[in-house]
């Protein structure tokens, strides 16, 4: 079985800062992994997927994510913060198979200092 | 670009009444979802839907839910008798496969009183 753990309820960071949001999942077979943002009263907007080709995949916004097996981890990063960044964020796994369903982490929330 | 699109926005309901929420997944998609969150809380999974018929169900989905693809464009989730405990947020999202990601809809916030 799947699942995600994210690290870190509420993370606040200082505009300009890196933001660090951390991902760690378990899964049986090799799986696909996605990070999803949600803005106030907003749906979810998926900004990155990891599906088994680069290990380092690049996102909207500026976001990017590291698949890293050995610590089955795949935590999102940006370089440097925006007032824009402050939002929900949720990791989710998935094994991969077509139509299987979405594991989603507890979500990050992401509080940005002026 | 192409949107999952969820009516009504909000809806608000006494305990025990029936609601359905609709849905329009994007158009080329084959696999169709609903989650929900309660607020605070994370995003559940409760039901997705392939091929006319339902592929996966969580322990949520109990016999109270439902869900229908009645024409070639809706896709709707259906509460019998609504529990106060059922006031969430439910998405659609739609999929031309797991590989893509989903494409979530905005959400209907549902509100049992």
């Known amino acids: 079985a799947q699942s995600v753990t994210q690290l870190g309820s509420h993370v606040s960071v200082s505009e300009g800062a890196l933001v660090l949001l951390r991902c760690n999942y378990s899964?049986?077979?090799?799986?696909?992994l996605f990070w999803y943002v949600q803005y106030p009263n907003q749906g979810l907007q998926l900004l990155l997927k990891?599906?088994?080709?680069?290990?380092l995949v690049k996102g909207i916004n500026g976001f990017e994510a590291e698949f890293k097996k050995s610590e089955t981890s795949f935590h999102l990063t940006k370089p440097s913060a925006h007032m824009s960044d402050a939002a929900e964020y949720f990791c989710?796994?998935?094994?991969?198979?077509?139509?299987?369903?979405?594991?989603f982490g507890t979500g990050t929330s992401l509080t940005v200092i002026p | 670009e192409p949107e999952v699109t969820q009516t009504p926005s909000h809806q608000v309901t006494q305990m025990g009444q029936e609601v359905i929420l609709r849905c329009v997944p994007i158009?080329?998609?084959?696999?169709f979802y609903w989650y929900r969150q309660i607020l605070g809380q994370k995003v559940e999974f409760l039901v997705s839907?392939?091929?006319?018929?339902?592929?996966?169900k969580s322990e949520i989905f109990d016999d109270q839910f439902s869900v229908e693809r009645p024409d070639g464009s809706n896709f709707t989730l259906k509460i019998r008798s609504t529990k106060l405990e059922d006031s969430a947020m439910y998405f659609c999202?739609?999929?031309?496969?797991?590989?893509?990601?989903?494409?979530f809809g905005s959400g209907t916030r549902l509100t049992v009183v």
């Open positions: 158009s080329n998609h084959l696999y």
């Open positions: 899964s049986s077979v090799p799986p696909y």
């Open positions: 989710a796994v998935s094994e991969g198979h077509t139509g299987n369903q979405f594991y």
């Open positions: 839907f392939y091929n006319n018929e339902i592929s996966e």
């Open positions: 990891y599906t088994s080709a680069a290990t």
């Open positions: 999202a739609s999929s031309p496969g797991v590989a893509y990601g989903y494409t």
